[in-house]
């Protein structure tokens, strides 16, 4: 299968690429590699040290003597350069993950949150046009959020995607119908990604398009099989206050000794997926979406719902912490249930790896292995966004 993976460097990016080429995939990775220029902006480095994209590309080829092609471009910018490649590779799968992932890093400032639209929307909608414009079969697999659907306590287990919605005609009769569910994002980012969501809806039905809009909960761990094979193919960890997310952070921060950094009551509900079933679920959509069905098959990608609070006293417990409550710095609920629905990639065979499986281990070796690189300026979260700390603070 000829499969681009756009955002092809980044931290699901990378090893999504590696597994479908060792599963047969002929991959080519499109990404700006502005992920690292982000890094910098920032003044932060990936826990791990990750190696340029060419000695990356090179120590896969010693390892398995399959090749991983690269074009570097800002999709968001450089249409017609996206039209060539369409043209020119003829993919049957495009796996999207080319957007700026970080809900903190989208709040911190107006150039912040213009920067996360203008990329994330114009990313995405340039794709589809491209794809119209040269007549493209591929399948299109998007990494979207579970934050488009928000965090609010619903009575029911969010559906994958979709909402079926009985309302009375004007004659009093009911009426059926399902409609994409009510988005409710808690960030500038997660409010891209139900952006993304109507454009998909228009593509699908309008042209056709083949679209697969996985809604992914928070990954944690940071290696697979395939990142495994060599240290010049490991994967990103972050671990900072925008772009570490909360396990993979607490696990740094119980490694260095940093108290853990709860944000708030510690009673948000989220959903978690761990990187290997990432991968995984990426191809088991890639190989699965022939149907066309003109409306966009959406998956919630995740294997388990847990309390922020308790994720803390499971690393407390397993590998000893303090745990510390810290004011929350974003607006978000602070205690929600959730519980998901996920039949999809469980019917495609997703057997999930479960935090108790000792992987979480792995990734706290992983931690220790490279303490010396943490900086610890840059665990605290920086990124407000919550009104009442806001006006707290102008109120001092
Ligand atoms: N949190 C803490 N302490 C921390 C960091 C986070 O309590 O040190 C809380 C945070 O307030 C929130 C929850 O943990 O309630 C989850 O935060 P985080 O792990 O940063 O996840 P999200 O902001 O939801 O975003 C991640 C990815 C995003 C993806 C989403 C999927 O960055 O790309 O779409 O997970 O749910």
């Not at 969010?158 to 009093?172: F, H, I, Q, R």
């Not at 909360?246 to 708030?264: C, D, K, M, Q, S």
Request: hydrophobic share 35%; aromatic share 6%; proline share 5%.
């Amino acid at each position: 299968m000829r499969t681009l993976i756009l955002g092809g460097d980044g931290f699901c990016g990378w090893p999504t690429a590696l597994h479908l080429s060792a599963h047969g995939h002929d991959v080519t990775i499109v990404d700006s590699l502005v992920r690292r220029r982000i890094d910098d902006e920032l003044g932060v480095q990936s826990l791990t040290p990750i190696r340029p994209l060419s000695e990356r590309l090179l120590a896969w080829r010693e390892a398995t003597e399959r090749e991983i092609d690269f074009v570097q471009c800002d999709l968001a910018r450089d249409y017609d350069r996206l039209v060539e490649l369409l043209a020119e590779k003829n993919p049957e799968t495009i796996v999207h993950f080319a957007e700026q992932r970080s809900a903190p890093y989208s709040m911190k400032s107006p150039r912040h949150k213009r920067y996360t639209v203008d990329n994330n929307a114009n990313v995405t909608h340039n794709l589809l046009a491209a794809m119209v414009q040269v007549g493209s079969q591929a399948q299109l697999v998007h990494l979207g959020s579970m934050g488009v659907y928000g965090y609010e306590t619903v009575p029911l287990d969010l559906p994958e995607g979709y909402l079926t919605v009985t309302y009375p005609d004007n004659d009093g009769r009911p009426q059926t119908r399902e409609i994409l569910y009510p988005t409710q994002p808690g960030s500038v980012y997660h409010l891209t990604k139900s952006m993304d969501q109507l454009m998909f809806q228009y593509y699908a039905h309008n042209d056709g398009i083949r679209i697969t809009d996985l809604h992914q909960g928070i990954v944690w761990g940071t290696q697979t099989d395939e990142t495994d094979r060599d240290v010049r193919l490991i994967n990103r960890f972050d671990y900072d206050g925008d772009y570490g997310t909360v396990l993979n952070r607490f696990l740094v921060e119980a490694a260095i000794g940093y108290p853990l950094t709860v944000h708030g009551s510690g009673r948000q509900t989220r959903a978690f997926i761990n990187i290997r079933d990432t991968v995984r679920c990426i191809r088991m959509a890639a190989e699965s979406g022939d149907e066309v069905s003109g409306r966009p098959r959406v998956m919630n990608q995740m294997t388990e719902t847990h309390r922020v609070i308790d994720l803390a006293h499971l690393v407390a417990n397993t590998i000893g912490a303090e745990v510390n409550m810290v004011p929350n710095p974003r607006q978000e609920a602070e205690e929600n249930r959730l519980s998901v629905r996920n039949d999809r990639l469980l019917n495609l065979g997703l057997e999930p790896t479960l935090l108790a499986t000792g992987l979480m281990r792995e990734s706290a070796e992983i931690a220790h292995e490279y303490v010396g690189r943490v900086d610890t300026n840059r665990i605290p979260c920086v990124s407000y966004w919550n009104r009442q700390r806001e006006t707290a603070a102008e109120g001092a």
